[in-house]
């Protein structure tokens, strides 16, 4: 039974293994030529023709091959890459864009000199003519060792290499689509070893279906400003990004592009260039419309669909020049751009300027006092505005009076900013546009003459005059009226009287004097009752010797602080806020009352006010040791902080803040926290000053965004400096920056002198990776200290200087931090990192005129 099983199993074998055998051969082949449908590469002297196609490995995102755009003329065929698998085809370079192939049989082929030919017509089909040459690399070169082929490559760059590098790669040939790698330069390289000419323009299609280069064209400031442009007609400018400002476009203030990876970077072979990385994976690609705008998608994860995240220009003052020299652009409420003259100018030619045609715009009225032979120019600073083009950058210059004065000097300037990371900048008396930003810490100092800067006083005054001939009148009519008729006598009384009774409270709040003062008995830390005390204007005045000079202590974010002395010898703080809070009476009370609530040892005592007509003081405990930035940062006293004393200094900041943030009853972001906003008492506490300041100048923001970015460069986060999105998560960030402070003794603001120019957390952040941390330390407490100690502290500041504000830990978990010694997460590295180095100075001075903005800022991913 076994042996015949085993007969008729063998023979059914035999019988089948023909078919088996053809089966096997035609898998073979089927995978042959699947494998042969799914190469990257194309070899030399190969070529690709009719719907075969490449695709780049391994991950298969691209696809190289002909394609008709156009449905209605399937017999127009251009070679382009494009996403493979995302339906409808979404193309991001074409070869032949302005000569589409029409024989209906093209072919791409490398030729032996590593040429890459897009050509017309297959020699056999008409076997009179050659194949006619569309589109050519024109990159000839002798073939090396191995020889040449074409990749196209997942990042969906379509390159000629050999085993030497790459010969030429579409990235440099770019058509209307940015690609995350890509980067961008005034200049495409030339093929190795030679110099390029090739301006790098991402060119818009002619139409939707049209692959030829249309009107619009995106690419870098020429004149090497940094800026982008899109140029319409080759030179008409239709939109300007604004300059670079170290962490993003002064116009383009939406974040997640910076975050996402544009980053500037000036080499020798390159000069100036951005490059741009998407970390985020679904921000894919830019591209520049028919229409010329800009517009970036990312793919929906769940449809596979695009969708728009972002495009340029999106409203009325968005496209360049919207209003003419010197005239500010606004949105109006019905879309339209409203323009208006800046302070100082008006319409040059005001029949055009009446019918809304604008390009003229506006001219000095009255004219600069260095025009006239007068003195008394000054700067209106203009905050949120998207700078005008053509800054000249002052590379000398290294200091905020020193930009000021330059430009004050310089009777054709009309306008400077001065920012650590930009650096100093100028313009001419041409400013051209400007609009107004929702976003942005970006302010433009405004050269104008003395009378302009005095006019809002004038307003001022004349407005008050009018209101008390107004108040006279009225009195006078009522006291008339009060003679007249007895019958209303009553009636009038009872108005008057109150009248008369609101004047009187008003006057009694702002007139009392020290003898008044609010008590509160509760909420208080140390069991003691609490007083702030209101005092008079007058008595202000005698205390600092009416706001003297010599009195004044320094300036902070809001107003001048200045010494006082008491009546009864107390040495007192006296903080001057600045006019413009836009805050009403009341509001103000009744915060100040809140912040003299707020009591905590390493927070600065408020102990009373002043509040009178248009002043608004506060009056604070006065610190004998000062702020602790003139210890640290003073090559005198600052060996008097060893490392115990700079830690208590830490943990004291830490708790104020967890103070402020979680267990007083307000939840108060501080702001504005930076080294010279820690005073230092007689036994060298820290107490956090300036706080409550934010919240008192809240009117009209909310808690998560304000227009109004108050800070300093330097300790702010980079949600806040660019969005102006603030939470307790920017204070902690502030608090990274002043923990690296008070380790490493430098400013940060000073940071991007420092020879290798990173910021101070991108530099501590490398320091620490390539374990160097140690040498952050300042080289006078490393005796003093303990290495473990320190190094956790730069290692939790590195966690609060993360980009991400919820990945910052919180000011509770800091203090668990500095007092454990838990593991610690390792840090992000600060992916906006500030290189602020200087532009080569090979250029010669001419060129040095040139409208250029200076410190040219990189900002580097150090991936691990
Ligand atoms: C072959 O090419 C020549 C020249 O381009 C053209 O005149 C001729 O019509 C073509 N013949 C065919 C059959 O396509
Ligand atoms: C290649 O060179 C030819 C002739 O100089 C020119 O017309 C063509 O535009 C060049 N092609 C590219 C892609 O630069
Ligand atoms: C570059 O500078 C020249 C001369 O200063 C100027 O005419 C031109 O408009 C500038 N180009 C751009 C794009 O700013
Ligand atoms: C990627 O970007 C999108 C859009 O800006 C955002 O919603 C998403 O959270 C981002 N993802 C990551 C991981 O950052
Ligand atoms: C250009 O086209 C895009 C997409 O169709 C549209 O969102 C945008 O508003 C258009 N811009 C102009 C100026 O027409
Ligand atoms: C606006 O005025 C300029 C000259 O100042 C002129 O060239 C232009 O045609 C005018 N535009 C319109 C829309 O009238
Ligand atoms: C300004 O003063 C200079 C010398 O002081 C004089 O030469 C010049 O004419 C004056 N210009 C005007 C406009 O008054
Ligand atoms: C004054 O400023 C203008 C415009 O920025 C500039 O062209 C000129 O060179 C400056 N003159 C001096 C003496 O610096």
């Known amino acids: 039974m076994g042996g015949g099983g085993g007969v008729f199993r063998f023979s059914s074998m035999a019988s089948s293994s023909p078919r088996l055998l053809v089966l096997l051969l035609a898998w073979l082949c089927c995978a042959a030529a699947q494998a042969q449908t799914t190469t990257d590469t194309l070899r030399q002297g190969a070529s690709l023709s009719g719907s075969a196609t490449l695709v780049s490995l391994p991950d298969r995102v691209f696809e190289v091959g002909f394609f008709p755009p156009d449905p209605k003329q399937p017999s127009r065929l251009y070679l382009g890459v494009w996403y493979r698998g995302i339906t409808p085809r979404t193309v991001v370079w074409v070869a032949n864009r302005a000569a589409p192939a029409v024989s209906g049989a093209p072919s791409l082929a490398l030729t032996d000199a590593g040429e890459l030919q897009v050509l017309d017509g297959a020699a056999a089909v008409n076997g009179t003519a050659a194949p006619r040459l569309l589109w050519s690399s024109n990159t000839s070169r002798a073939a090396p060792r191995g020889g040449y082929y074409a990749t196209i490559q997942d990042s969906g760059s379509l390159q000629v290499r050999s085993d030497d590098g790459p010969l030429w790669d579409s990235f440099w040939h770019p058509t209307d689509t940015i690609l995350s790698g890509m980067q961008i330069a005034v200049q495409a390289p030339g093929p190795p070893g030679r110099a390029g000419n090739e301006r790098m323009l991402f060119t818009s299609w002619a139409s939707e279906t049209d692959p030829a280069p249309g009107r619009y064209a995106l690419g870098l400031d020429p004149n090497g400003s940094g800026q982008a442009y899109i140029w319409r007609d080759g030179n008409d400018i239709y939109w300007r990004s604004g300059q670079w400002t170290g962490v993003n476009f002064i116009g383009i203030p939406w974040r997640p592009l910076y975050l996402s990876g544009w980053t500037l970077s000036n080499d020798r072979d390159l000069g100036l260039h951005y490059t741009y990385t998407a970390t985020n994976t679904s921000l894919q690609r830019f591209v520049v419309l028919p229409n010329g705008t800009d517009i970036c998608y990312m793919v929906k994860k769940s449809s596979q669909e695009w969708e728009t995240v972002w495009l340029q220009p999106s409203n009325a003052c968005e496209y360049y020049a919207a209003c003419g020299p010197n005239a500010k ?44 032979n007068q003195s008394g120019d000054g700067f209106l600073p203009m905050g949120n505005i998207k700078w005008p083009d053509f800054s000249y950058w002052m590379s000398t210059v290294a ?81 008339l009226w009060w003679w007249r008729g007895r019958n209303i006598k009553d009636a009038v009384h009872r108005s008057w009287r109150s009248r008369h009774s609101s004047t009187w409270s008003q006057q009694n709040s702002s007139m009392l004097d020290i003898s008044q003062s609010i008590r509160f008995d509760d909420d208080v830390e140390d069991g003691k009752s609490h007083e702030l005390k209101v005092y008079s204007l007058d008595r202000m005045k005698a205390a600092t010797c009416n706001f003297s000079d010599s009195n004044k202590l320094g300036e902070g974010g809001f107003g001048p602080v200045y010494m006082g002395t008491l009546p009864g010898g107390e040495e007192v703080a006296v903080k001057r806020l600045c006019r413009n809070s836009g805050q009403g009476l009341e509001e103000f009370k009744n ?73 007083s009853r307000l939840r108060v972001v501080h702001r504005d926290l930076k080294a010279s906003n820690i005073l230092l008492d007689a036994d060298m506490n820290p107490k956090i000053s300036d706080f409550g300041m934010a919240r008192i100048f809240g009117g009209d923001q909310n808690q998560f965004n304000t227009n109004r970015v108050v800070g300093t460069f330097g300790y702010m986060s980079p949600e806040y400096a660019m969005e102006g999105i603030f939470s307790v998560k920017s204070d902690v960030y502030s608090f990274g920056v002043l923990i690296l402070e008070i380790i490493t003794g430098k400013r940060a603001v000073s940071f991007h002198y420092h020879q290798d120019s990173l910021n101070i957390a991108g530099y501590a952040w490398r320091q620490w990776n390539e374990d160097k941390a140690a040498e952050l330390i300042d080289p006078l407490i490393r005796a003093s200290c303990s290495l473990r100690q320190v190094l956790r502290c730069v290692h939790i500041a590195l966690l609060c200087v993360q980009d991400h504000a919820d990945e910052r830990p919180d000011i509770p978990t800091v203090i668990i931090m500095l007092s454990s010694d838990s593991s610690l997460p390792n840090p992000r590295p600060p992916t906006l990192m500030l290189r602020g180095r200087e532009i080569e100075s090979t250029k010669s001075s001419e060129n040095e005129q040139s409208h250029s903005i200076g410190t040219v800022s990189m900002t580097q991913l150090h991936g691990r």
């Not at 019918?355 to 000095?364: F, P, S, V, Y």
Request: charge should be neutral; charged fraction near 20%; proline fraction near 3%.
């Open 399 to 479: 200091d905020e009076k020193g930009c000021k004065s330059s430009c004050l000097n310089n009777c054709s300037c009309g306008a400077y900013v001065y920012t650590t990371t930009t650096g100093c900048l100028v313009w001419g008396d041409k400013l051209i546009d400007i609009h107004e930003l929702q976003t942005g810490s970006y302010t433009l100092n405004l050269k104008l003459p003395a009378s302009e800067l005095r006019v809002h006083h004038a307003v001022w005054h004349i407005a008050m005059i009018i209101s008390a001939v107004v108040l006279v009148v009225l009195v006078a009519c009522l006291v």
């Open 591 to 663: 915060e100040v009352i809140l912040i003299a609530k707020l009591q905590h040892r390493n927070l600065v005592r408020l102990l009373g006010c002043c509040i009178q007509r248009e002043e608004k003081i506060l009056v604070y405990e006065y610190m004998p040791n000062k702020s602790l930035d003139a210890f640290l940062f003073n090559p005198e006293k600052q060996e008097l902080l060893d490392w115990s004393k700079r830690f208590d200094i830490i943990e004291g900041i830490a708790r104020g803040l967890l103070y402020l943030h979680r267990d």
């Open 329 to 372: 652009c606004t949105v109006g409420q019905d879309g339209k751009a409203q323009c208006t003259c800046l302070k100082g100018f008006q319409p040059k030619l005001w029949d055009q300027w009446n019918a809304g045609n604008w390009t003229e715009g506006c001219t000095r009225n009255p004219l600069l006092g260095c025009q006239v």
